[in-house]
C-alpha cells in the first residue's frame, strides 16, 4: 500500500489548489481499516500539509514524501517516509516519521505504553512502530543492494514538550528510531531534517525506492525478454509468492509420482489489471522448464501471445513451442503436461472451434475442462472485468464447476497490489468507481505522484501528446472504444481507411489480420502495440488487451456517454463498405463491436470492461477524451486542469533514474539506421521486429 508518492512542495501545491481531496484521507482510514468522521479526515490531511510545510520553510521542499508506505512483509505501515539525498554522504536518505495528533499523554503502569486522551487502551509509544521500519530497511537494504542512510522520529506537531513528558523519561525507548518532537522543539526538527537532506529534488532517491519495493516495475515483457533465465525484474511479491510457493508444491508434488493418484490441482488467480498475474505465470513457466517438466503456456489474446512469441525467440530457456491458445487442447497431450498457465481466462470460449474446422475437429465438450485434463496441475489467472466479447464466457464460477466436476477441490487467491499503472492503487479504483464497476460513485482524480491523469481538449491535443511522448523517447500508443465502423483494407492497394473520424480529425484502427503487407507500412494487427509503425493508428480492445506503455492516450466513443449522473450504453449502426469509397459510414452513433452480447446488461458490462482494460494499459499516465460533450465536461470536473500540478511525467522532465531502459526500442532504431545506410536488410532480427 502506498497512498501518495510526493515532494513537500508539490503536495502543497495541490493543498493550496484544493486537489489534495479528502477522499484520500478517507481512503487511508479505510486502509487501516477504521470508522472516522469528517473532522478526523480532515486532521489526518492537515497533519500531512503542517509536516509539508516544515520541509518546504526549511528549504527542503525537493524532499519526497511517500505517504501510508508499508513494505511488503511488514506488519507496520509508516504515516510517512522522507526520501532525498544526504548532503555529506550523496546517499540515498530515509527518514520514517510517525505523525501524531496527539494534544497530550499520561503516565501508565507500562513504561512502553501511554494514556492517550480519548482512547480506552493505553497505546505503545509511537516510536515501537517507527523501530519496526528502521529494522527494515536497516537490514534489507544490503539485500536489495542498496546503501542508504535510515533513521525514524515521531512529530506531535499539536503538543507541547510538557504535555506529552511521559514519552520522554527514563526507561522510554532510546536510539535513532525514538526522536520526539512537537510544536516546542520545531527549529529542532527542522535542523534533523538539514542534517539529513539536501536542498535538491528527491525524485532519483524516491524512484529507487520505488522500485525496490516493488511498486515501479520494469513493463513485463521487458523483463521477461532480458532477463537472464533464473529471474526476471519482474520479482514476486506478497501475495504474488504465496501463490508461486502453493502452485509450485503442487507440480513438485504431482510431478514427482508417476501414480494418477498423485491426482491433479486446479488453481485460480484473480486480480485485476497490472496485479502481476501474467508475471507468475511467465515465472513458473521458465521455473519448471528449467527443471525439465512439461510446462506450457496458454492464452486467448493473439496479440499477446504474439508479443510473447518475438521475445522469446531471444530466450535461452522458454521457447515459442511452449506458447498455445485455449483451442489447442481438443485432444489431451499424451502424457499430460505438468503444468498448464492458462492467463486472460476471462477469455475462455464455451467451446473449442474455429470457423473453417471439420465438426471432428471441434471440442466435444466444455473448453474449460479441456485445459484441466490436459495437466496434471493447471492455473487459471482471470480478470473478470476483462471479458469483452458475447462467446467469452470463462468466469470464477465456470472454473470452479468445472473442477468440481473432476473431483478436484481447488484453489483460489485475489491478487490486490497494483504493479502496473505506476504502482498506483489510488488509480486503479479511480477507474473502477469512474466506469461503475465498483458501484461507488466516481470520485475527483487527486494526484498522487505515481500515475497521471489528464483530459484532452481535443483528439487532435490527444495525438500531438502520445506523438510527442514517442518521438521523445517513452512509448505511447492511443486507442478508443470500438465506436466507430472498421472497414477493411483496399484489396489492391493495401491502404488502410481512416475510419475514427472526430470532426476533421481522421485516423484509422490499427491493421486487421496477420497480413505484413500495408501502403503505409503498417504492421499487422498482433504487433501494432510492439513495433514502432503502429504509432500511426488508433488501437482498439483486442490489440491492447495484455499490454502497456508509458503513456496511453484513450478516446471514449459514443457507446459510452454520461447523462443525469449514470453511464448510458449505446448500441451504434455502419452502413455497408462502400465499393468506391471504401468507408462505412455512420448510421446511428454508438458500439459497432459485432461480437458484444444482444442483452442490455450484459451489453454494457462488457462495454465497462472494454474501457477498464483501455484506461489501464499506461504505467506512467492516462490521457483521455470524450467525443461526446456531456461525458468530455464530466471528465473534465472530475480531473480538473494539470496547469498547477508540476508533475506531468514527460519523458523529458524524468531524470535518468526514473526512465527504464528500453533494449528492444534500442535494438529496433539500431536495426533501422543500419538498413537506412544501406546495411544488410536480411541479417538476422534478434527480435523479430
Known amino acids: 500500500m502506498l497512498l501518495l508518492q510526493l515532494s513537500a512542495q508539490h503536495l502543497l501545491r495541490l ?42 520553510d526549511a528549504g527542503h521542499g525537493g524532499v519526497h514524501m511517500f505517504v501510508e508506505c508499508q513494505p511488503d512483509g511488514v506488519e507496520a505501515a509508516a504515516d510517512v517516509i522522507l526520501v532525498g539525498t544526504h548532503p555529506e554522504t550523496r546517499q540515498d536518505s530515509l527518514l520514517i516519521v510517525e505523525l501524531k495528533r496527539w ?49 525514524g522520529l515521531t512529530y506531535l506537531h499539536n503538543a507541547t514538550e510538557t504535555s506529552v513528558e511521559p514519552l520522554l523519561q527514563a526507561g522510554t525507548p532510546r536510539g535513532a528510531h525514538a526522536l520526539y518532537f512537537t510544536d516546542d522543539t520545531r527549529r529542532d526538527l527542522l535542523e534533523e531534517v538539514a542534517d539529513r537532506f539536501a536542498r535538491e529534488s528527491g525524485a532519483p532517491a524516491a524512484e529507487r525506492l520505488l522500485r525496490s519495493l516493488g511498486l ?116 489431451a ?97 479511480w477507474v473502477l468507481d469512474l466506469l461503475g464497476i465498483s458501484g461507488e460513485a466516481p470520485k475527483p482524480w487527486a494526484p498522487d505522484g505515481l500515475m497521471h491523469v489528464e483530459v484532452a481538449d481535443s ?43 472526430i470532426g476533421r480529425w481522421h485516423r484509422a484502427w490499427n491493421a486487421k489480420g496477420d497480413l505484413s503487407k500495408y501502403a503505409g507500412g503498417e504492421p499487422p494487427a498482433k504487433y501494432w502495440g510492439v513495433r514502432p ?46 465499393k468506391e469509397t471504401g468507408l462505412r459510414e455512420t448510421k446511428k452513433r454508438g458500439s459497432m463491436d459485432p461480437r458484444l452480447p444482444a442483452d442490455p446488461a450484459e451489453f454494457a458490462r462488457r462495454v465497462q470492461n472494454a474501457y477498464h482494460v483501455l484506461l ?11 467525443t461526446d460533450g456531456p461525458t468530455q465536461e464530466h471528465l473534465k470536473k472530475l480531473v480538473g486542469s494539470v496547469d498547477d500540478q508540476g508533475l506531468r511525467p514527460t519523458i523529458t522532465a524524468l531524470s535518468p533514474e526514473e526512465r527504464f531502459e528500453r533494449v528492444i526500442r534500442a535494438h529496433v532504431a539500431q536495426r533501422d539506421r543500419s538498413r537506412d545506410a544501406g546495411g544488410n536488410a536480411d541479417q538476422p532480427d534478434l527480435f523479430g521486429f
Open 103 to 151: 494534544n497530550s499523554v499520561s503516565e501508565t503502569d507500562d513504561p512502553q505504553k501511554v494514556g492517550v486522551p480519548g482512547y480506552r487502551k493505553p497505546k505503545k509509544h509511537p516510536s515501537a512502530q517507527v523501530r519496526i521500519l528502521v529494522d527494515y530497511f536497516d537490514a534489507d537494504s544490503a539485500t536489495r543492494g542498496l546503501t542508504v542512510s535510515y533513521a
Open 616 to 626: 489501464t494499459r499506461a504505467s506512467r499516465a492516462t490521457v483521455i477524451y470524450s
Open 533 to 578: 509503425q503502429g504509432i500511426g493508428q488508433v488501437g482498439c480492445v483486442y490489440t491492447a488487451q495484455g499490454l502497456e506503455w508509458d503513456w496511453c492516450g484513450v478516446i471514449l466513443g459514443d457507446d459510452m456517454v454520461w447523462r443525469e449522473g449514470r453511464w448510458v450504453f449505446r448500441k451504434g449502426l455502419a452502413s455497408a463498405q462502400d
Open 333 to 429: 497431450p499424451d502424457p499430460l503436461l505438468d503444468l498448464l498457465i492458462c492467463d486472460e481466462a476471462h477469455r475462455l470460449r464455451a467451446k473449442s472451434e474455429r470457423q473453417h474446422w471439420t465438426l471432428e475437429q471441434r471440442g466435444k465438450q466444455p473448453q474449460v475442462d479441456e485445459l484441466i485434463q490436459a495437466a496434471r496441475v493447471t492455473i487459471f489467472l482471470l480478470d473478470e472485468n476483462q471479458s469483452l466479447r458475447r462467446d467469452e464466457v470463462g468466469n470464477s464460477a465456470l472454473i470452479a464447476d468445472a473442477a468440481a466436476r473432476h473431483g478436484i477441490v481447488h484453489d483460489t487467491y485475489d491478487l490486490v497490489t497494483e504493479f502496473r499503472c505506476g504502482g498506483s492503487d489510488s488509480y486503479r479504483n
Open 15 to 56: 493543498h493550496a489548489g484544493g486537489r489534495l481531496l479528502p477522499h484520500m484521507a478517507a481512503r487511508w482510514f479505510e486502509f487501516r481499516k477504521k470508522e472516522a468522521s469528517a473532522g478526523e479526515q480532515e486532521a489526518w490531511k492537515e497533519s500531512l500539509v503542517r509536516l509539508a510545510e516544515e520541509l518546504v
Open 216 to 331: 515501479r516495475n520494469a513493463p513485463l515483457l521487458e523483463a521477461v525478454a532480458f532477463s537472464e533465465g533464473t529471474d526476471t525484474t519482474f520479482t514476486l511479491r506478497g501475495e504474488q509468492r504465496t501463490v508461486w510457493r502453493d502452485v509450485s508444491r503442487a507440480v513438485s508434488r504431482v510431478s514427482a509420482s508417476s501414480e494418477e493418484a498423485a491426482g491433479q490441482a486446479v488453481f485460480l488467480v484473480r486480480g485485476g489489471a497490472g496485479t502481476g498475474k501474467s508475471a507468475i505465470g511467465l515465472q513458473l513457466l521458465r521455473h519448471f522448464t528449467e527443471a525439465g517438466l512439461r510446462a506450457r503456456y496458454a492464452t486467448g489474446s493473439y496479440a499477446f501471445d504474439a508479443s510473447l512469441r518475438e521475445l522469446f525467440r531471444k530466450d535461452d530457456v522458454l521457447s515459442e513451442d511452449q506458447l498455445a491458445y485455449f483451442l489447442n487442447f481438443v485432444d
Open 459 to 501: 483528439a487532435e491535443a490527444l495525438e500531438e501528446i502520445v506523438l510527442r511522448e514517442e518521438r521523445d523517447g517513452a512509448t505511447a500508443r492511443m486507442v478508443a472504444g470500438y465506436a466507430w465502423p472498421w472497414s477493411e483494407p483496399h484489396p489492391k492497394t493495401r491502404v488502410l481507411y481512416k475510419d475514427v473520424r
